[in-house]
T-cell receptor, first 112, second 113 residues
Framework: DGGITQSPKYLFRKEGQNVTLSCEQN?????MYWYRQDPGQGLRLIYY???????QKGDIAEGYSVSREKKESFPLTVTSAQKNPTAFYLC???????????FGDGTRLSIL | GNSVTQMEGPVTLSEEAFLTINCTYT??????LFWYVQYPGEGLQLLLK?????DKGSNKGFEATYRKETTSFHLEKGSVQVSDSAVYFC????????????FGRGTQLTVWP
């Protein structure tokens, strides 16, 4: 089945540590997105990529980094510079302007 | 700019009650409009969409009509079920190209038997 796989489902970060969230899709979609979800705030865009080896900052990119070396993969690194990383992170992909974005099941990140 | 405003929750209803969740938007040009649903611990699933004025999106008994004159896309269902309990997000995308979604804050719906 085609879809988006996010891993791990739960992740814990220690102070001063970088952690990487995985997002893989087998839908052959060109565009991929990372959103952050906090209670009562909807989803906010962190980074997005519309083509391999290119990505753009979203509304809340500070403290995060991404790479897009392969079409299928768009990992998100939460760096130690992100002072409030506790949130639910959602990855999405889009392949056709007439089709909706598909979402993964998310990764919940917490601080130890 | 682009933004979406949803009615604040939580919304609590009895089974078979009528549901309305209000959504209004601000956008440049002619956006596409969406309703997504999120069940506990999961990602978002598309519920319905509309891409131009007066279009009506519908799915699983839910409906929403794209009203350009009132910049609204209210979600309705005539008879809710316990299984409809979830968080509902209204969202827009500029035009019909690939691009980010702008989300409302989400509305928590709880349906009691």
């Amino acid at each position: 089945d085609g879809g988006i796989t996010q891993s791990p489902k739960y992740l814990f970060r220690k102070e001063g540590q970088n952690v990487t969230l995985s997002c893989e899709q087998n839908l052959n979609h060109d565009a991929m997105y990372w959103y952050r979800q906090d209670p009562g705030q909807g989803l906010r865009l962190i980074y997005y990529s519309q083509i391999v080896n290119d990505f753009q900052k979203g509304d809340i990119a500070e403290g995060y980094s991404v790479s897009r070396e392969k079409k299928e993969s768009f990992p998100l690194t939460v760096t130690s510079a992100q002072k409030n990383p506790t949130a639910f992170y959602l990855c999405a992909s889009e392949g056709d302007s007439n089709q909706p974005q598909h979402f993964g099941d998310g990764t919940r990140l917490s601080i130890l | 700019g682009n933004s979406v405003t949803q009615m604040e929750g939580p919304v609590t209803l009895s089974e078979e009650a009528f549901l309305t969740i209000n959504c209004t938007y601000t956008a440049t040009g002619y956006p596409s409009l969406f309703w997504y649903v999120q069940y506990p611990g999961e990602g978002l699933q598309l519920l319905l969409k509309a891409t131009k004025a007066d279009d009506k999106g519908s799915n699983k008994g839910f409906e929403a009509t794209y009203r350009k004159e009132t910049t609204s896309f209210h979600l309705e269902k005539g008879s809710v079920q316990v299984s409809d309990s979830a968080v509902y997000f209204c969202a827009l995308k500029r035009g019909s190209t690939l691009g980010r979604l702008y989300f409302g804050r989400g509305t928590q719906l709880t349906v009691w038997p």
